[in-house]
Structure formats: C-alpha cells, structure tokens
C-alpha cells in the first residue's frame, strides 16, 4: 500500500514511475523514468512510527475521545509524510545520488521523528490529563 501511494504522488510531480515485487528479497523496486532508484521494505512503512506514536499517546492519554481522534490524526499525518518521505527521497537520489546517504540516514528520519516528537508535546500539553487536577 506504502509503495503504491508513493506511486500514485510521485506520478503528481510527472515522473514515470513503475513500482513491482523484487523477488530476489522482500521488497518493492520503485523506478523513476525507467531506472531502478530505491527499494522499498518493510521498515519504509512507518508502522513501528505509528506504534510508538500511539503508545506515547495511550500512556498519557486523556479523554477518550481526544485520545481517539488525535491517534487518528497523528496516524494519518505520519502516512502522509511517509509517503512525501519516500518520493522526495527517491527523486533525490534519481536526480542527486550524491546525496543519498545523508537524505536518507539523517534527513529523513529526523523529519519524521522530529514530527512525532512535536506531536507528542503537543498531546502532553493540550490533551493529556496527566497531573492536570
């Protein structure tokens, strides 16, 4: 599902893209203009994000509705950047390989952690019912 979205958003920008199964490994290969550019695997989903973003919330949840409705947001939020994460990642690489290894070891992830994090205060400090009497 990751790999198709980044497909379809990707497909926005007026790339070619092709995406399909690599079965030599557990992955998805994502082409940009006819050239093999990124793998996609299992820890480009997000899900261990999503967990952890919903285990941060639940631990200091507040209401239940809040907490319903802001796990969803922040879900969906997460996916959504994912998915940006994924495609700029790749059409930097297709464009820059140069600077693959820093978008994707650093850039990347403090983006998205840098999200989650802003996410978490946030919910601490509107929402959650933690030591607020």
């Not at 920008?13 to 994502?30: A, H, K, R, V, W």
């Not at 200091?60 to 409705?69: D, H, M, N, P, Q």
């Not at 290894?101 to 999200?115: D, K, N, Q, R, T």
Request: overall charge negative; some cysteine; proline content about 2%.
């Amino acid at each position: 599902m990751v790999t198709d979205h980044s497909e379809i958003v990707a497909e926005w920008f007026g790339y070619d893209i092709y995406t399909d199964q690599n079965y030599q490994e557990l992955s998805f290969m994502f082409m940009v203009n006819e050239k093999y550019v990124v793998r996609i695997v299992e820890g480009c989903t997000s899900i261990s994000i999503m967990i952890l973003f919903l285990a941060f919330i639940i631990a200091f949840s507040g209401s239940v509705k809040a907490t319903i409705l802001y796990g969803l947001f922040g879900l969906i939020l997460i996916y959504a950047t994912n998915i940006f994460r994924i495609v700029a990642l790749s059409l930097i690489i297709y464009h820059r390989p140069e600077y693959q290894e820093i978008m994707h070891s650093l850039f990347f992830p403090a983006v998205i952690y840098g999200m989650v994090f802003l996410l978490w205060i946030v919910w601490v400090n509107k929402f959650a019912t933690i030591n607020k009497k």
